[in-house]
């Protein structure tokens, strides 16, 4: 009986074997590659799949999702014979399990050296500073190169990027120095800019302000003018419409006179010669009531001139019909001189 059970137990434990190795499960985003005695069968697919056990083998599986791999610093000599140090970093994906198990023996590895060998072709043709501004044409042409020779093994580059290009540490130096003396530069003509443009801008302030300035004395001495022209004109028409005659104006002119002599600086009175003839008319014309009789046949005496207020220390001038009009010196609050207008005065030399 135990040879039969040992049997028993080694069918089961086959059995169990083989229903292991025929049903194979796949998950999702993921291929097999199936041998039989060594040679390409068939391709997995995601899902619940049936091999012939023993004699069927799975040789790989391959994730078939878009990888990312990033590359070591790889030392390139630019046109200029400096090296720089350029990180990559790929994005691939494997559309074709078969070609990427069978075409290359290690995709990874072939695509990192592909990756080296053509970013050192596009970067011995260009200069340094064309290399740091120039990021999307390598990237580009990475891109090219790598399409082209990753497609007949089943693999698509979907991007490439270049994570860091570093120059060596003295050109680093000198590109921060140029770096600081063009922004002190830009600072320097701007700052000017500013300076100009607010010298400008006052200037236009100061000249609008003097412009507008000028307009407002021009309007205000034309207002003053227009003002005063009105005065006169009122004067003038009051004077018309009322009729005045000569005795009203002799009147008037004789009011005016004392004005001459107010203020402190006023040391020596030049009385014009019309003070004669406005004294004349004045006194013709209360010559001319008195000589005519009042209403009942008297003598009507002429109304005598308005004498200035008493003052102390008048100066009393002789007068000299034969020496023509005379200045009177009046001291400071000396009274106005009566004025006869039957008599003319001369000019008194205040010394």
Do not use: C
């Amino acid at each position: 009986m135990e040879p039969v059970l040992i049997v028993l137990v080694v069918l089961v434990v086959v059995a169990f074997i083989a229903l292991i190795k025929t049903i194979q499960v796949i998950p999702q985003a993921s291929a097999a590659i199936v041998e039989r005695f060594g040679r390409y069968t068939r391709t997995l697919n995601a899902g619940l799949n049936i091999v012939v056990p023993f004699i069927d083998r799975v040789r790989n599986r391959i994730d078939l999702r878009e990888q990312v791999v990033p590359f070591p610093p790889q030392p390139v000599i630019t046109q200029d014979n400096l090296v720089v140090n350029i990180d990559t970093v790929i994005y691939y994906q494997v559309t074709d399990p078969r070609a990427a198990t069978y075409e290359v023996a290690s995709y990874i590895q072939a695509i990192e050296q592909l990756t080296v060998t053509t970013l050192r072709n596009i970067i011995g043709s260009m200069d340094l500073e064309s290399t740091l501004t120039s990021r999307e044409v390598i990237n580009a042409g990475l891109r090219g190169v790598l399409d082209e020779a990753t497609g007949k093994w089943g693999i698509r580059v979907n991007r490439v990027e270049l994570k860091a290009i570093e120059p060596p540490t003295s050109i680093q130096d000198s590109m921060e120095k140029q770096m600081r003396a063009d922004r002190d530069k830009r600072a320097a003509i701007l700052t000017a800019e500013g300076q100009r443009q607010a010298q400008i801008l006052k200037a236009e302030g100061e000249k609008q302000a003097d412009v507008l300035r000028a307009e407002g004395e021009a309007q205000a001495a034309v207002l003053r003018a227009d003002g005063e022209a009105a005065a006169i004109r009122t004067v003038f028409e009051a004077i018309h419409d009322g009729d005045a005659d000569q005795k009203l104006l002799a009147y008037q002119y004789l009011q005016t006179l004392p004005e001459l002599a107010k203020g402190d600086s006023n040391k020596l009175w030049i009385i014009p010669s019309e003070v004669g003839d406005a004294l004349k008319g004045l006194g013709g014309a209360f010559t001319g009531l008195t000589g005519n009789g009042g209403a009942n046949g008297g003598a009507v005496a002429a109304p005598s001139v308005p004498a200035a207020p008493a003052t102390p220390a008048a100066t009393q001038v002789p007068i000299d019909p034969a020496a023509g009009p005379r200045p009177v010196d009046i001291d400071k609050g000396a009274a106005r001189p009566r004025v006869d207008p039957a008599r003319e005065y001369r000019k008194i030399d205040p010394e």
